[in-house]
Nanobody, 120 residues
Framework: QVQLVESGGGLVQAGGSLRLSCSAS????????MGWHRQAPGKQRELVAR???????NYADSVKGRFTISRNNAKNTVYLEMNSMKPEDTAVYYC??????????????WGQGTQVTVSS
């Protein structure tokens, strides 16, 4: 059973920084794209950043220049470094990954979410 477990959320003041981590566990053949999404109260879930298996990245316009996504393939882990944070970054952040797992083929997996709150 593949699982994604996030950590690193919390409360930070505007202008501050947080680092989120997400680790995949289970019996996997490979992990393709990994990414972070977020959902603020009353809003739809949106893509924040994504990183491909070979390190290519893309970001939402709202976080470009402030957030950095990276991954450690040896640890099956993806990170989101968030700097110059704004109150509008407040949301539940979800990790997602495209994984080929034993007996399951290629499918998307999601973490349970971690709350990020930015105070003004």
């Amino acid at each position: 059973q593949v699982q994604l477990v996030e950590s690193g959320g919390g409360l930070v003041q505007a202008g501050g920084s947080l680092r989120l981590s997400c680790s995949a566990s289970g019996i996997m053949f490979s992990i393709n794209g990994m990414g972070w999404h977020r959902q603020a109260p009353g809003k739809q879930r949106e893509l924040v950043a994504r990183i491909t298996g070979d390190g290519g990245t893309n970001y939402a316009d709202s976080v470009k220049g402030r957030f950095t996504i990276s991954r450690n393939n040896a640890k099956n882990t993806v990170y989101l470094e968030m700097n110059s944070m704004k109150p509008e970054d407040t949301a539940v952040y979800y990790c997602a990954a495209e994984i080929i797992a034993v007996g399951a083929g290629l499918r998307s997996y999601w973490g349970q979410g971690t709350q990020v709150t930015v105070s003004s």
